[in-house]
């Protein structure tokens, strides 16, 4: 590789974002926390959850978050509640500016029994997502641009 080609190869941008997930593992318990986004960037973003395993959370194709059966995002940009690839739930509130927004996420993890989760905004809450017992989440986002801005907030255990 010639010095002009490597310095275009430098200034390459990556195609895709990629995902995040936090290091909190939650169970057994009843928790709430807010996905503050800052910047939507008019594109798609996956806010929500997955279900940690014994070999690790399962991100699904491409890594995007809610296209695996053990993980759900809130996609402010559409108002639907994804999982396995598919809308499970639609017609939910959406960003009103295209920029900012709070997406919430509720759960509640009984230790000896099912448990069951909702994502919500603007007071809208999504219906129920049924996890299986034992379950231990872990808070995660998908970012689809490079200029989307989330960060956790309000956490709290109830």
Known sequence: MGAEEAAVHRQV????VGCRATRAHLHSGRFLWDFVIDELAGAQL?????LLWDIGPDWG???YLGSSTSAWSYDPSTGDVVSNTESIQGGLPKSTD???CVVS????????SAGSAWLS????????IALPKGSVVLPAACFLQE???VSLAG???R
């Open 61 to 63: 194709f491409y890594g």
């Open 121 to 128: 905004m603007q007071e809208t809450e999504s219906r129920p």
């Open 13 to 16: 941008l990556p195609a895709s």
């Open 46 to 50: 996956g806010i929500g959850f997955m």
């Open 155 to 157: 956490f709290r255990t």
């Open 147 to 149: 200029s989307q801005k």
């Open 98 to 100: 295209g920029h900012s």
């Open 105 to 112: 996420v509720r759960l509640e993890l009984p230790r000896e």
